[in-house]
């Protein structure tokens, strides 16, 4: 799998480069690429089939690991989805057929996605303008115009695709403007009137920290995700059941059961070294007092979520709640 | 709800990753299309990337309005549970007031609700006694004199009335049963053009066992006029087409003779009988019952807009996310009794024979071709035969249940 790196800036983001590995095999796959072929209508756009499967071979190279059978490509293959994929690589190469198809497609979608974003008329229209160049090509590199549709695989739809390059479009867009605040905007903050820092926080205890690494560490991706989706990012469990397709009771039962879970894994990790059971159970609640101040900082530092206008954060609550 | 030690929020938060997934990779995992590997490491990458969490939470699409947002307020005893008991009460109330309605006109043993004479001579399952069989093999003959007979002999027979009707209640089914049944149809014209028969006098228990029998009669058309309701607005299912015509050609051995004007309940009816034939005699009724309390809450079922699958117990008020074990786009449904089909992105095809309970992938192929484009609309009408229309104009067609399909391409 190819990850971008290090940050999330997307913006004319090429196709990344091609693993220094052998192509995954496709030769078991040719029936399939001629009826991917068939079914993407890329033909109407004016590709030939060799083309398009320059271009499947391409995504199969990005997201196939390296020894990858038939099997694995035909999974991978028989995923995308085509139709998408050969529209806006046809808009990519500057097809206007494909492009008329693309903005009467997705022209209104987009504004809405850009406005459910940024809650605000002006500012969407400001994204969504800004995409559209991106979308289309204004920056050129070598001469050559590059289009960021030209990094879409299909793994998912068009519309899903646009929603989260316009939310990282947002997020870049509103960290770069946090490092530009001005001062009179700070002062209009009130920030002229914030509390003095507080004391540095005591340093938690070195055996606390390491147990609830290791206690954190062994937790399955998706329990980790639960947990920093609701305790961090304060989703309401509606949302993270959306999100993981389970029902929300589900998400609910699992949040009381990782917790306790994670605080027995941590007692057990912290009498392992050397705690009492008395002293491990002192630590945890301890530590809440101790550290409360340097925690929300580190919190906000790092999470850049609840500076976003999202409904709950005007009440403080979560929705739903 | 639990809370978190703030050491263990502090760590989960410290923890951040490295690269990132590209906005593809996001995307299907918001739309639950990624492969399952590939689901595992995103989510590693997000339960430790607050930056890509942020942009997961922000790319999701809108949910759709609460419905209760844009409801007028209500007075407190009007609040969703007392609706709900209400509803639940008045649909006892009608169905029972029905019943009622429909007993005096059943107490004339000689004539069904219609005004028609019963079905006397009718398809009988095999546990039948030998007697009513060679009763039925001689009145499947289409002979206008036979039935005149079977009409006759229904006002002589009056001890063997209340078994007949039984065995009519039970053997409503298939196309056998369908002539038989337009057979005692004509009869019955016959018998209706005659003076209405004189009062019969019956033992306190056979007319015990008629009562019954009739108040069965009247809850399973009860149960069909509800189905037929719920049906609205779907396309009358071919196979019941088909027999329909079958029915009705068997039904007329002469040209003028036309078909019974309720036919296709009958039909609809008798499908259900025909998986019940099996049944003893005794459960008829307990299934009955069953069946009529499944259909007066007849789950609905809906995608929402995120794609999610979604059924309503109490008519549409409320609507409860229901998951296949699988993630998945949806983007069509289709429910008949309790086979359910759910439909969606990349060929995604899943089906629940037990009303959502418990749900198969099914993965469609004609061939060689494998169905993976997102199918946008899928129809069932009945439990064997089905059409699914994929996004890229191409028909699958399935007569089977789904174990095999045919595709055409549009």
Redesign the interface.
Known sequence: ????????V?SG?PE?AASAGAAPALSGCE??LG??FE?S?AAGFGFSREQFTRVLEGIARK?LPAGAGAEQAW??L??????ELALARACAAGNERAWEEFLTRYRARLFE?AL??AHDDAAARELANSLYGDLYGAAARDGRRVSKLD???????LE??L??????E??NQYRSRRRLVSLEEQEEAGAQFAAPAAEPAAP?DPR??AA??E??AA?D??D??I???Y???R?TL??I???L????S?V?RR??KI??A??KR?RDALAARGMSRRQAEE???T??RD??V??RA??AQ????PA?PCQWQATGKRKNE | MAELPEIVRQRLAQQAGGGHPDPDLLAAFAEGSLLARERTQVLAHLGVCAACRQVVWLALPQTPAPQAASAPATSSWLRWPVLRWGAAAAAVVIVATAVMLRMPQRKSPGFDERGIAPKQELSVPASAPPETEAKTGELAAPQPEKKAAAAARADRDKDKEAARHKLAAKSEAGIQAGAVQAEAYQAAEQLARKPAPPAIQVSGGQQAALDQLQQQRGQATQEFRQQSVTAAGQAAPPDLQAQNQIVAQQARPAPQAAPPPQARDKVVFGARAEQQRAMPAKDSAAMLHTQLRRTAVAPRWRVSSAGNLERSADSGATWHMVTVGQPANFRAVSAVGDDVWAAGAAGALFHSSDGGQTWTRVFPRSGEIALTSDIVRVEFTGALHGVLITASGETWATSDGGRTWAVRHD
Do not use: K
């Open positions: 799998m190819i990850w971008y790196h290090p940050a999330i997307m983001a990344p029936a399939l009826e991917l079914r209508h997201y999974e991978l028989s995923g995308l989805r085509v139709q996605a459910a974003i990094s879409y695989t299909g793994r998912g739809s899903g695709w929603r989260t390059v316009l939310a990282q947002f997020v938690a606390l920290n609830t690494d206690a954190l937790l991706p998706e980790r995700f947990l920093a989706a305790f961090l990012d989703r509606a949302e059941a959306r999100l397709r389970v029902h929300e589900t609910s949040v009381e917790t306790s994670l605080r941590i630590a945890l609640q530590d809440v550290l409360g340097d925690v580190r919190l790092e999470t850049p979520g976003f």
